[in-house]
């Protein structure tokens, strides 16, 4: 019991003794009087009480509020945290997927043709694109054209096709994008009668640049295909 409690409870003794111990013979207005004063007291200490209680349950209130903003707060923390996460892992796991396409790629050349040693690079075209795009410009169907009209009615040759983009954007787009554009350059010579088994493609994004990154002319020459022909020597 708090320390108001316990006054109200003491002054409500005093008025019961006092209700006792009066003579039967004392009047009304001699116990009104005797009693008014300590009333009053009782119902003031009463509502002080009420107050205070309110008061500490107002208090209580605003703290379980602000316990609650808190770690809602944290939570929300938290959650962030646990998205960049799974996004640096996402990231992480993409380049590890490119890498192990990029080696398949090479493997598989190599495979295809085993007596790699015999054949010798004689000629490469590169072809410039567009930012961000993987279309074949009229200049590209061109040299295209060209490369595919040398190469007609012969068997010992290759065609090695390597896909690249400037630095903009991030590596994993970049490969994708690179990838495109050496499929592009495929499916246009095999328009042209190029068989498709003497291909091999791999995008390699934004690395082995001609040129510095850094002006406009350098990355427009760093958005580009080169195909390299190869032929077997006799």
């Known amino acids: ?14 008025l019961v003794v006092i209700l006792v111990l009066l003579p039967g013979c004392a009047t009304k207005k001699y116990v009104k009087q005797q009693i008014d004063p300590i009333s009053g007291k009782i119902d ?12 500490i349950k107002d208090v209580d209130s605003r ?7 808190v770690q809602t707060k944290a939570n929300e923390v938290d959650q962030k945290a646990m998205a960049a996460n799974q996004k640096a892992e996402q990231a992480q796991q993409m380049g590890q997927k490119n890498q192990v396409q990029i080696t398949t790629v090479e493997n598989t050349f190599n495979q295809k043709f085993a007596n790699l040693d015999n054949y010798k690079a004689v000629d ?21 054209d060209q490369l595919a009209s040398k190469v007609k009615g012969d068997k010992g040759y290759a065609l090695e096709i390597q896909g690249f983009t400037d630095s903009k ?17 495929v499916r246009y010579l095999t328009e042209q009668g190029v068989p498709l088994f003497r291909t091999a493609i791999v995008g390699f994004g934004a ?21 390299t022909l190869l032929k077997m020597e006799k």
């Open 63 to 69: 703290a379980q509020a602000g316990i609650q903003t």
């Open 1 to 14: 019991m708090s320390f108001t409690k316990s006054k109200i409870a003491v002054l409500a003794l005093m």
């Open 124 to 144: 490469k075209v590169t072809m410039n694109f567009d930012f961000n795009k993987s279309k074949l410009s009229d200049a590209t169907k061109a040299s295209l």
């Open 44 to 55: 003031e200490l009463t509502q002080i009480s009420k107050k205070n209680e309110s008061a």
């Open 169 to 185: 954007g991030s590596e994993s787009y970049n490969l994708a994008l690179s990838q495109k554009r050496a499929e592009a350059v």
């Open 207 to 227: 690395a082995k640049e001609v040129e510095p990154n850094k002006t406009k002319e350098g990355r427009a020459a760093n958005r580009r295909v080169e195909v």
